[in-house]
């Protein structure tokens, strides 16, 4: 699992980087895209493994134990919520597979394997095809043929072009040229501080999509709203089905909308949201519509916040990383954070701490708004750029 977790990282991040990088000011179209997919998949996997999956799957070797209690002990335990009475009687049962569940859950494993395997041979394809393939022979120019070669400027005579070495795509570049110490020489205090409001906001918002999807099931089971196990087992598939959902339509909408105002609204969406929850914390027709609220809300913050950020960077594909990783921790960490605080004060908290993230989130985006404002965007541009520049223009002269 340790080093599945990294593979994705690894590719999470070069993925919304390359996008950045080749598309730059229509990004924000095609990572609405790569997310919406991120999302849909995360729809779909549980659907493909949940036939194979059964609440007799694993039963305690006492037989006299409640099913019910039980069933919601394997969930709860899932999400740090053991404070559950019910589960009381099962904590010092031992757990057995039964009827070959374990042969039957495999099947799940092997079905998203063979999925995925049309993925790594799709890249190599496409590596074999734009030549960055070490082990094959380059036969074949890189990207124009004889005759169109023939139709291009001629370098100067003092330029040995036999010598050169090819030109690869923008996006086929040193990843991580940007994050080179000499790169920071002379860079604003504003630069440093967009990248950590940036990241602090995805902090917030990711997450409270992890924390969110992790505890919804536990607190509508438990009181005031005492929802029946699997009435209250379907919220979570609400909620990624409008996160997949929203991340559907964001695809048009980033067209027309800026990222930036997509942002703003998905922020204040989310405050909103928890704070109707709140007030009507009673009300199981409002956590529903809440949870799809949620869901819409939070779909298209990530791919909105990392196109806006890139934008007021111009584009050097350093952000994402950043941004990535900001993500990825506070999945994390807020995640642990509510647990403890939702079994040391009760399901309220689980509310509490979402307006409380949320206000955050609000905050930071704020700041980072501040620090745009101060950033001296485009006045200070990279030496190389300004030498590819007058190429250009002695070239048109010429």
């Given at each position: 699992?340790a080093?599945?977790?990294?593979?994705?990282?690894?590719i999470?991040t070069?993925?919304n980087?390359?996008?950045?990088r080749?598309?730059q000011?229509?990004?924000?179209?095609?990572?609405?895209?790569?997310?919406?997919?991120?999302g849909f998949?995360?729809?779909?996997?549980?659907?493909?493994?949940d036939?194979?999956?059964?609440?007799?799957?694993c039963?305690?070797?006492?037989?006299?134990?409640?099913?019910?209690?039980?069933?919601?002990?394997?969930?709860?335990?899932?999400v740090?919520?053991?404070?559950?009475?019910?589960?009381?009687p099962?904590?010092?049962?031992t757990?057995?597979?039964?009827?070959?569940?374990?042969?039957?859950?495999?099947?799940?494993f092997w079905?998203?394997?063979?999925?995925n395997?049309?993925?790594?041979?799709?890249?190599l394809?496409?590596?074999?095809?734009e030549?960055?393939?070490?082990?094959?022979?380059?036969?074949?120019?890189?990207?124009?043929?004889?005759?169109?070669?023939?139709?291009?400027?001629q370098?100067?005579e003092?330029?040995?072009?036999?010598?050169?070495?090819p030109k690869?795509?923008?996006?086929?570049e040193?990843?991580?040229?940007?994050?080179?110490?000499?790169?920071?020489k002379?860079?604003?205090?504003?630069f440093?501080?967009?990248?950590?409001?940036?990241?602090l906001v995805?902090?917030?918002?990711?997450?409270l999509t992890?924390?969110y999807?992790?505890f919804?099931?536990?607190?509508?089971v438990?009181?005031?709203?005492?929802?029946?196990?699997?009435?209250?087992?379907?919220?979570?598939?609400?909620?990624?089905?409008?996160?997949?959902?929203?991340?559907l339509?964001?695809?048009?909408i980033?067209?027309?909308?800026k990222?930036?105002?997509?942002?703003?609204v998905?922020?204040?969406?989310?405050?909103?949201?928890?704070?109707?929850?709140l007030?009507f914390s009673?009300?199981?027709?409002?956590?529903f519509?809440?949870?799809a609220?949620l869901?819409?809300?939070?779909?298209s913050?990530?791919p909105?916040m990392?196109?806006?950020?890139?934008?007021?960077?111009?584009?050097?594909?350093?952000?994402?990383?950043?941004?990535?990783?900001g993500?990825?921790?506070?999945?994390?960490?807020?995640?642990?954070?509510v647990?403890?605080?939702?079994?040391?004060?009760?399901s309220?908290?689980?509310?509490?701490?979402?307006v409380?993230?949320?206000?955050l989130?609000?905050?930071?985006?704020i700041?980072?708004?501040?620090?745009?404002?101060m950033?001296p965007?485009?006045?200070?541009?990279?030496?190389?750029?300004?030498?590819?520049g007058?190429?250009?223009?002695?070239?048109y002269q010429?």
């Amino acid at each position: 699992m340790a080093l599945a977790g990294l593979a994705m990282g690894c590719i999470d991040t070069v993925a919304n980087m390359q996008l950045v990088r080749i598309y730059q000011k229509d990004s924000a179209v095609f990572l609405q895209v790569l997310h919406f997919f991120v999302g849909f998949g995360a729809l779909l996997s549980p659907l493909i493994a949940d036939p194979f999956l059964s609440e007799a799957n694993c039963l305690p070797t006492n037989r006299t134990a409640n099913a019910t209690s039980g069933g919601h002990l394997l969930h709860a335990s899932s999400v740090l919520a053991h404070h559950h009475t019910g589960a009381q009687p099962w904590s010092n049962q031992t757990l057995t597979p039964q009827d070959g569940a374990g042969a039957r859950v495999s099947y799940a494993f092997w079905i998203m394997a063979l999925i995925n395997l049309p993925v790594p041979m799709a890249v190599l394809c496409l590596l074999s095809k734009e030549r960055l393939l070490t082990c094959c022979p380059q036969r074949r120019p890189l990207l124009l043929s004889a005759d169109e070669l023939t139709l291009e400027t001629q370098p100067p005579e003092k330029e040995d072009t036999s010598s050169l070495p090819p030109k690869f795509h923008p996006g086929h570049e040193d990843l991580f040229r940007c994050c080179q110490r000499k790169n920071f020489k002379g860079v604003p205090s504003s630069f440093f501080a967009i990248h950590i409001t940036a990241a602090l906001v995805l902090f917030m918002t990711d997450g409270l999509t992890g924390a969110y999807s992790a505890f919804v099931y536990s607190y509508a089971v438990e009181k005031p709203l005492s929802v029946g196990h699997k009435v209250a087992g379907y919220l979570p598939s609400l909620f990624w089905g409008f996160i997949t959902l929203g991340r559907l339509i964001s695809i048009p909408i980033s067209s027309r909308v800026k990222p930036a105002t997509m942002v703003f609204v998905n922020v204040v969406g989310v405050v909103v949201t928890f704070l109707v929850l709140l007030v009507f914390s009673y009300n199981v027709v409002f956590l529903f519509v809440g949870t799809a609220s949620l869901g819409l809300f939070l779909s298209s913050t990530f791919p909105s916040m990392l196109a806006y950020t890139e934008d007021i960077l111009q584009y050097k594909g350093c952000a994402t990383t950043v941004l990535v990783t900001g993500a990825g921790v506070g999945e994390m960490a807020l995640q642990m954070l509510v647990g403890s605080i939702f079994q040391a004060r009760g399901s309220y908290s689980f509310l509490v701490c979402g307006v409380i993230f949320g206000g955050l989130a609000f905050t930071f985006y704020i700041l980072l708004l501040f620090f745009h404002r101060m950033h001296p965007g485009l006045s200070s541009v990279p030496t190389q750029d300004k030498a590819l520049g007058m190429e250009s223009l002695e070239c048109y002269q010429r």
